[in-house]
Nanobody
Framework: QVQLVESGGGLVQAGGSLSLSCVASGRSFGNYAMGWFRQAPGKEREFVAAINWSSYTINYADSVKGRFTISRDNAKNTGYLQMNSLKREDTAVYYC???????????????WGQGTQVTVSS
């Protein structure tokens, strides 16, 4: 079993930045691809970014490309999402998730965190 804990969310003004972290415990983080997803009020959960175990393959949603950066440190069992030039429409609960390597970066994912709230004000 893998437990994921996100942190780093908060309130920020439009144009600002936030850095999210996702710490994994329970099993070797390096055996998993990692994804970030978000869910805004009244909307379905959507894909934000994903990274494979070696950081060689990275995907972004078009809506965040050029503004968000996903990364990971396998030695620290931690993944990151650096969010710059934030917009009001980025307001959502952000979730990190893991899936076993070798199965691509698309859903479904095997393990999910509880989420961290990001609110962008105008």
């Amino acid at each position: 079993q893998v437990q994921l804990v996100e942190s780093g969310g908060g309130l920020v003004q439009a144009g600002g930045s936030l850095s999210l972290s996702c710490v994994a415990s329970g099993r070797s983080f390096g055996n998993y691809a990692m994804g970030w997803f978000r869910q805004a009020p009244g909307k379905e959960r959507e894909f934000v970014a994903a990274i494979n175990w070696s950081s060689y393959t990275i995907n972004y949603a078009d809506s965040v490309k050029g503004r968000f950066t996903i990364s990971r440190d396998n030695a620290k069992n931690t993944g990151y999402l650096q969010m710059n030039s934030l917009k009001r429409e980025d307001t959502a609960v952000y979730y990190c998730a893991l899936k076993k390597s070798g199965r691509g970066l698309s859903i479904p994912y095997d393990y999910w965190g509880q989420g961290t709230q990001v609110t962008v004000s105008s």
